[in-house]
């Protein structure tokens, strides 16, 4: 007894973005509603790349604003808090979509949950 069906299949290999370094060419191109997907965006998440200085300025429960910030045709998730520092990146795969609302015009807010020495957990959500 021999398997296979004699079907062969080819994987389509999709090239990967990161999404510390997102390209925009003005049109995201979602499927999404604005109203429905945007304002569902909402997860935990490890500041990276932080600034010493800046997060030293911050406390557990601050909320902090999310902002995207645009160098050599990369646009990346910043983390400021109300002095204007950046604290750190937002550089998880959930940080694509939050890319993309923020283009549109949504307000997103980082709560921060917990600082640890370095590592600071914020939470992310829309702006209220």
Known sequence: MGGGGGKSYTRVHKPYTSPLCETSNGDTGSIFEEDD?????????????????????????????????????????VVINDAGDICGYLISPRAVKLIECVQKGILYTAKVLGISGTTVTVHVSKKK
């Open 37 to 77: 997907e945007c304002s569902k965006v909402s997860f935990n998440d490890i500041l990276q790349n932080i600034s010493h200085p800046a997060i030293y300025k911050i406390s557990k429960d601050d909320i902090l604003r999310v902002n995207l910030k645009s160098e050599n045709g990369c646009i990346t998730v």
